[in-house]
């Protein structure tokens, strides 16, 4: 591991908790970071962060209904909070987050969502097809008569966690005790206290449990070969599962081979086709305008789904009028947004004052404090939007808007629904994962496909009797 520790230095760093098979880990504290990123976290002991293949896993044969109902418990006891886990898991993550802290605290707020009954059903029902194939053997009558039988066994997993929004942790820890396997998540740096805080919480629940047992969390920095040349091995692992940049991914697939697969959720673009019957009157292009902002902002544009181009079915001057009112509507706070984002970096600042000087071809409304930027051009610009900018490109007809799709681009938001029906194979064709009513790119109901499969189906081991 690397990383040094001074002890005079422990007092001001920050305390990151590692959680190791349900508990909290009492190992003694090694040094991260440097200056105002500086933090301490347990030392890693390996061979504690691996589950030998000798044995079942602690939850493997625990019944599926009694993981719901301690997955509904550990919500309802995220929604109180009575022991503070994830007030101090806040107050910590504003230190180190991108996110300001009114955002954070109505995510923090809303983590007991992904843990609610029905939601939990609809991932067991829809992408399963029942628990009985988790909690047992499902017979299967094959073409010529025999009798088969499939289940979908435990897997073991570590799961790279990216920490652009605290709903991955949950999403994960939720995911990781439905399939009922072990689970290492790797905390990511800029979120280093979300999946312990439900960790712990769910610990408080039912101290001991079988799945509480199941989950360990802890951090490394990634890429570092001492930890994953050791942990990422099929004899620990049947898959590793990745979320982040490009970076990420690359550096995972190195460790991919027979009998440890990547499943993958790649890094992502989402874009918005707006049809002319936004322009039909003040009103439509309003509730249009308001339905794309919100679907630009959500997470303040860190999120996969966040809307950063937008095309818009009309002439010049109609992507004018609906680029300027967007422009107003970028620097409000929503549920999951805030007024204020991130002052526009010094690289997108340049690429921009060019596009400001080459009116009237592009225009562009709004400034680099933060609160939203909207630029108008003939095509796509070649930069990557960021930070509340949107980039609206007029076109003929929202079928020219789909060639701008393509496997990057994960989810398109249309506007109005009737639309969709003649887009939506276009776009699948050209490797869109989501099509959704505009206003609807934030969050993904459970139980549907994410980023082209289904979840829970892929995180587990199908294994058959014939």
Same mark, same amino acid.
């Given at each position: 591991?690397?990383?040094?520790t001074?002890q /005079?230095e422990?007092?001001v760093?920050t305390?990151?908790v590692?959680?190791?098979?349900?508990e909290?880990?009492?190992?003694?504290?090694?040094?991260?970071?440097?200056?105002?990123?500086?933090?301490?976290?347990?030392?890693l002991?390996l061979?504690?962060l691996?589950?030998?293949r000798t044995?079942?896993g602690?939850?493997?044969?625990?019944?599926?209904?009694?993981?719901?109902?301690?997955l509904?418990?550990?919500g309802e006891?995220?929604?109180a909070?009575?022991?503070?886990?994830?007030?101090?898991?806040?107050?910590r993550?504003v230190?180190?987050?991108?996110?300001?802290?009114?955002?954070?605290?109505?995510?923090y707020?809303?983590?007991?969502?992904?843990?609610?009954r029905?939601?939990?059903?609809?991932q067991?029902?829809?992408?399963?097809?029942?628990?009985?194939?988790?909690?047992?053997?499902?017979?299967?009558?094959l !073409?010529?008569?025999?009798?088969?039988? %499939?289940?979908?066994?435990?897997?073991r997993?570590?799961h790279?966690?990216a920490?652009?929004a605290p709903?991955?942790a949950?999403?994960?820890?939720?995911?990781?005790?439905?399939?009922k396997g072990?689970n290492?998540l790797?905390?990511?740096?800029?979120?280093l206290f979300?999946a312990t805080?439900?960790?712990? %919480?769910m610990?408080?629940?039912?101290p001991?449990?079988?799945?509480v047992?199941?989950?360990?969390?802890v951090?490394?920095?990634?890429?570092d070969? %001492?930890?994953?040349?050791?942990?990422?091995?099929?004899?620990?692992?049947d898959?590793l599962?990745?979320? /982040?940049?490009?970076?990420?991914?690359r550096?995972?697939?190195k460790?991919v081979? !027979?009998?440890?697969e990547l499943?993958?959720f790649?890094?992502?673009?989402?874009?918005?086709?707006?049809?002319?019957?936004?322009?039909?009157?003040e009103?439509? *292009?309003?509730?249009?305008v308001?339905?794309?902002?919100?679907d630009? %902002?959500?997470?303040?544009?860190?999120?996969?789904?966040?809307?950063?181009f937008q095309?818009?079915? /009309?002439t010049?001057?109609d992507?004018?009028?609906y680029?300027e009112? *967007?422009?107003?509507?970028?620097?409000v706070?929503?549920?999951?947004?805030?007024?204020d984002?991130?002052?526009v970096?010094?690289?997108?600042r340049?690429e921009?004052?060019v596009?400001?000087?080459?009116?009237?071809e592009?225009?562009?409304w709004?400034?680099?404090d933060?609160?939203?930027?909207v630029i108008?051009?003939p095509?796509?610009?070649?930069?990557h939007?960021?930070?509340?900018?949107?980039?609206?490109?007029?076109?003929?007809t *929202?079928?020219?808007?789909v060639?701008h799709a393509?496997?990057?681009t994960?989810?398109?938001g249309?506007?109005?629904d009737?639309?969709?029906?003649?887009?939506?194979?276009?776009l699948?064709?050209?490797g869109v994962?989501r099509?959704?009513s505009?206003?609807?790119a934030g969050?993904?109901?459970?139980?549907?496909?994410h980023?082209?499969?289904y979840?829970?189906?892929? *995180?587990?081991?199908?294994?058959?009797?014939?």
């Open positions: 591991m690397s990383g040094t001074l /005079g422990l007092s760093r305390e990151v590692h959680v190791v098979r349900g909290v880990d009492q190992a003694p504290p090694v040094g991260h970071g440097r200056g105002d990123s500086a933090f301490t976290a347990p030392a002991d061979d504690r691996v589950w030998p044995e079942p602690p939850a493997f044969d625990v019944p599926s209904a009694e993981i719901v109902d301690l509904v418990e550990t006891a995220l929604k909070d009575r022991e503070g886990l994830l007030a101090e898991a806040l107050d993550m230190r180190i987050s991108p996110l300001p802290a009114e955002v954070l605290e109505r995510a707020a809303v983590l007991w969502r992904s843990f609610q029905t939601n939990l059903h609809a067991i029902d829809h992408e399963l097809g029942g628990a009985d194939v988790l909690d047992g053997w499902r017979e299967v009558r !073409p010529e008569g025999r009798i088969a039988a %499939t289940r979908a066994f435990p897997p997993l570590v790279i966690i920490g652009n709903g991955v949950a999403m994960s820890v939720v995911r990781g005790a439905l399939t072990v290492l790797k905390l990511p740096s800029n979120d979300t805080a439900i960790l712990r %919480t610990a408080s629940v039912a001991g449990h079988p799945v047992r199941s989950f360990s969390a951090y490394w920095r990634g890429g070969e %001492t930890v994953e040349s050791v942990l990422f091995r099929p004899q620990f692992f898959k599962v990745a979320w /982040g940049g490009e970076s990420t991914i550096g995972a697939l460790y081979g !027979p009998g440890f499943v993958s790649d890094p992502k673009t989402s874009i918005s086709v707006i049809g002319r019957e936004a322009f039909a009157s009103e439509t *292009l309003r509730q249009a308001e339905a794309a902002a919100a630009a %902002t959500f997470f303040n544009q860190q999120a996969c789904v966040a809307s950063r095309f818009v079915e /009309g010049e001057q992507a004018d009028r680029a009112l *967007l422009c107003e509507r970028l620097g706070a929503r549920e999951f947004s805030s007024a984002g991130p002052r970096a010094g690289e997108l340049e921009i004052d596009l400001r000087s080459l009116a009237p592009y225009r562009v709004g400034t680099y933060g609160r939203g930027l108008r051009s095509e796509p610009v070649d930069f939007p960021d930070g509340k900018i949107v980039n609206v490109v007029p076109v003929a *929202l079928t020219d808007a060639t393509g496997v990057a994960q989810t398109v249309v506007y109005p009737t639309r969709k029906p003649e887009l939506r194979d276009a699948a064709c050209a994962q099509v959704v505009l206003g609807r969050g993904m109901p459970p139980g549907l496909s980023d082209g499969f979840p829970l189906q892929r *995180l587990m081991r199908w294994v058959n009797d014939e």
